[in-house]
Antibody, heavy 121, light 108 residues
Framework: EVQLVESGGGLVQPGRSLRLSCAAS????????MDWVRQAPGKGLEWVSG????????GYADSVKGRFTISRDNAKNSLYLQMNSLRAEDTALYYC??????????????WGRGTLVTVSS | EIVLTQSPGTLSLSPGERATLSCRAS???????LAWYQQKPGQGTRLLIY???IRATGIPDRFSGSGSGTDFTLTISRLEPEDFAVYYC?????????FGGGTKVEIK
């Protein structure tokens, strides 16, 4: 059974940093791309970033480019999101999602339950 | 950047009825790289359809996707109680993945 478990969320002040992690199990992690998707309270889904199976292709939404960095450790079956210079508008539930293929831009066939990031002073 | 517009915002129907959800793209979608997702509070997000019309693994055949170019449709042939949820379309296959704003299917 595919499982994706996010961690690392919490309350952080504007301008500070936070690192999210996603522990994956139940599939061959290094065969698939992985993504982060977020959802602000009461709002819709917003794609944040994606990384290909071998980290060779990485993409970011314009809203986070230059501030967020996605990475993965295939040996640890883990996905990460380093979030710097956080803003109030980054407040959201952050989901880790598995892509159906190996590219950074594929559809997402499994999702975690999310970790909440709140940016507030 | 392609923008996806979903309509209606809310659909009020009864169990057993047919649901038709629309997703319109501001430009033509290459290779029909359009997916549909279902999101239920406390139950996560599930991929229903990819490549506009292919059902994902384990998805009941009452769910079907159609369309091409700029106009796409998700149809639920007969609503079951568990189908009342929010549905999102998504453009993929480009460096800027995009979601539509969502359609909520609620019990009438």
């Amino acid at each position: 059974e595919v499982q994706l478990v996010e961690s690392g969320g919490g309350l952080v002040q504007p301008g500070r940093s936070l690192r999210l992690s996603c522990a994956a199990s139940g599939f061959t992690f290094d065969d698939y791309a992985m993504d982060w998707v977020r959802q602000a309270p009461g709002k819709g889904l917003e794609w944040v970033s994606g990384i290909s199976w071998n980290s060779g292709r990485i993409g970011y939404a314009d809203s986070v480019k230059g501030r967020f960095t996605i990475s993965r450790d295939n040996a640890k079956n883990s996905l990460y999101l380093q979030m710097n210079s956080l803003r109030a508008e980054d407040t959201a539930l952050y989901y880790c999602a598995k892509a159906r293929g190996y590219s950074a831009y594929d559809e997402l066939d499994y999702w975690g339950r999310g970790t909440l990031v709140t940016v507030s002073s | 950047e392609i923008v996806l517009t979903q309509s209606p915002g809310t659909l009020s129907l009864s169990p057993g009825e047919r649901a038709t959800l629309s997703c319109r793209a501001s430009q033509s979608v290459s290779n029909n790289y359009l997916a549909w997702y279902q999101q239920k509070p406390g139950q996560g997000t599930r991929l229903l359809i990819y490549a506009a019309s292919i059902r994902a693994t384990g998805i009941p055949d009452r769910f079907s996707g159609s369309g091409s170019g700029t106009d796409f449709t998700l149809t639920i042939s007969r609503l079951e109680p568990e189908d009342f949820a929010v549905y999102y379309c998504q453009l993929y296959g480009t460096s800027l993945l995009t979601f539509g704003g969502g359609t909520k299917v609620e019990i009438k």
